[in-house]
Nanobody
Framework: QVQLVESGGGSVQAGGSLRLSCTAS????????IHWYRQAPGKQRELVAS??????YYLDAVKGRFTISRDNAKNTMYLQMNSLKVEDTGVYYC????????????WGKGTLVTVLS
């Protein structure tokens, strides 16, 4: 009975910044591993950032520009995106392993990020 909802997408000029948010609602005991994915038209979905007990991961193309974080009190995870490039354009999805009754994977429906040249 957990749902994830992304927000914060939109259009931005190259070099600008956006912060994506993903809020979980429902009967949440604990948010475990968190991930952000993106998918451009005609391309496969790719993992851009994750935060788990094993540490953080960033796609090489976004290292130094994107930061993944969370606010446990708000059941919200974030992706801060700086120095955006046209090639960052795509639909961004949050994904998380969340313990409610059991540990289960959940996906948001995505938010569109368009970076303009």
């Amino acid at each position: 009975q957990v749902q994830l909802v992304e927000s914060g997408g939109g259009s931005v000029q190259a070099g600008g910044s956006l912060r994506l948010s993903c809020t979980a609602s429902g009967s949440i005991v604990q948010i475990n591993d968190i991930h952000w994915y993106r998918q451009a038209p005609g391309k496969q979905r790719e993992l851009v950032a994750s935060d788990s007990s094993g540490g953080t991961y960033y796609l090489d193309a976004v290292k130094g520009r994107f930061t993944i974080s969370r606010d446990n009190a708000k059941n919200t995870m974030y992706l801060q995106m700086n120095s955006l490039k046209v090639e960052d354009t795509g639909v961004y999805y949050c994904n998380a392993n969340i313990r409610s009754i059991l540990n289960e994977e959940y996906w948001g429906k995505g938010t569109l990020v368009t970076v303009l040249s």
